[in-house]
């Protein structure tokens, strides 16, 4: 079994910055792909920012050069650092997880989510 657990969301002004955090736990072999992903009321779950085990990333147009996506594969740990936030980048933010348990099993899953709010 895997959990994944989000921290960091906020309420910042616009312009500002804000640093989430995913850690996950549990029976962990390896952690092949972490991703972020943010849904708004009414609108489908679109992918933010991605990064695979050997640290390549992948990023939406709308934020690219202003979110950086991050790993420390010790810690099991993603980040997603967020600056010159817009009013528009307010959403829930979800981690995503490709996981290898010790079992051999994969496990693909999500956290609860993370509030951010960007106030204009």
């Known amino acids: 079994q895997v959990q994944l657990v989000e921290s960091g969301g906020g309420l910042v002004q616009a312009g500002g910055s804000l640093r989430l955090s995913c850690a996950a736990s549990?029976?962990?072999?390896?952690?092949?792909?972490m991703g972020w992903y943010r849904q708004t009321p009414g609108k489908q779950r679109e992918l933010v920012a991605a990064?695979?085990?050997?640290?390549?990333?992948n990023y939406a147009d709308s934020v690219k050069e202003r979110f950086t996506i991050s790993r420390d594969n010790a810690k099991n740990t993603a980040y997603l650092q967020m600056n010159s936030l817009k009013s528009e980048d307010t959403a829930v933010y979800y981690c995503?997880?490709?996981?290898?348990?010790?079992?051999?099993?994969?496990?693909?899953?999500w956290g609860q989510g993370t509030q951010v709010t960007v106030s204009s």
């Open positions: 995503n997880a490709q996981v290898r348990g010790t079992d051999w099993r994969l496990f693909d899953g």
């Open positions: 549990g029976s962990i072999f390896n952690i092949i792909h």
């Open positions: 990064i695979t085990s050997s640290g390549i990333t």
